[in-house]
């Protein structure tokens, strides 16, 4: 298993500004996920962030709005840049300790709210 | 199109009682099917896997099936707990990667006293 520690775990932000959100894990894992939840909705995966390199993003995400670094393998942060109500979500970051299993461990979520 | 189709969407039960949520996909190839509990503002947490060969899986008052023909799996909770309140979330990989995953959007389970 794994211990994931996120920062913060809730903020209410004005438009235009950005936040940055940490993910500390308490081991080293290869693999580490950025998740977004919106209310109501399932869980959508974001990025994965890569150590060393630049984070892989999926369809519909992009770098300039949601940087990412991942400088070794137990730490890793997202910012939601020049945020609007729409990025009013929790985001979660998660983690995979055995490959062959892909289990998932999560954070407990930041939750966001843009005004 | 991969997809996770859960039902209902949400559910109140009394406490003491059992229920059953359903989950169909759509995904393919499939390697594995989890269940997650979400307790209100916290992670996801992983309650079984199941893959393609297994039909039946228990963790404590929760029982999860699958059936890989049909393409359905059920959740069941024997004698609900006011903690068993939380969005249970089918999740299904497709190559045992967490880059191949599919999330259904969860059902909202109440446990009333």
């Known amino acids: 298993s794994a211990v994931i520690s996120q920062k913060p775990s809730r903020d209410i932000c004005q438009r235009g500004t950005s936040l940055t959100i940490q993910c500390q894990v308490d081991?080293?894992?290869?693999?580490m996920f950025w998740y977004r939840q919106q209310p109501g909705q399932s869980l959508t995966l974001i990025a994965t962030?890569?150590?060393?390199?630049?984070?892989?993003?999926e369809s519909g995400f992009v770098i300039d709005k949601f940087p990412i670094s991942r400088p070794n393998l137990t730490f890793s942060t997202l910012t939601v840049s020049n945020m609007s109500p729409e990025d009013s979500s929790i985001y979660l970051c998660?983690?995979?300790?055995?490959?062959?299993?892909?289990?998932?461990?999560f954070g407990e979520g930041s939750r966001l709210t843009v005004l | 199109k991969n997809q996770v189709e859960q039902s209902p969407q949400s559910l109140i039960i009394l406490e003491g009682k059992n229920c059953t949520l359903q989950?169909?996909?759509?995904?393919?190839?499939?390697?594995?099917l989890r269940w997650y509990k979400q307790d209100t503002g916290r992670g996801p947490v992983s309650l079984t896997i199941?893959?393609?060969?297994?039909n039946t899986k228990s963790n404590g008052r929760y029982t999860a099936t699958l059936d890989a023909d049909t393409k359905q799996s059920s959740l069941h909770i024997t004698a609900s707990q006011l903690s068993d309140s939380a969005s249970y979330i089918c999740?299904?990989?497709?190559?045992?990667?967490?880059?191949?995953?599919?999330f259904g959007s969860g059902t909202r389970l109440s446990i009333r006293p």
């Open positions: 998660s983690v995979v300790v055995q490959a062959n299993t892909g289990e998932l461990f």
């Open positions: 081991s080293q894992v290869t693999m």
């Open positions: 962030a890569n150590q060393g390199s630049e984070a892989t993003y």
């Open positions: 989950c169909n996909y759509t995904v393919s190839p499939f390697s594995n």
């Open positions: 199941m893959t393609f060969s297994e």
């Open positions: 999740v299904v990989n497709l190559y045992s990667s967490a880059s191949k995953i599919i």
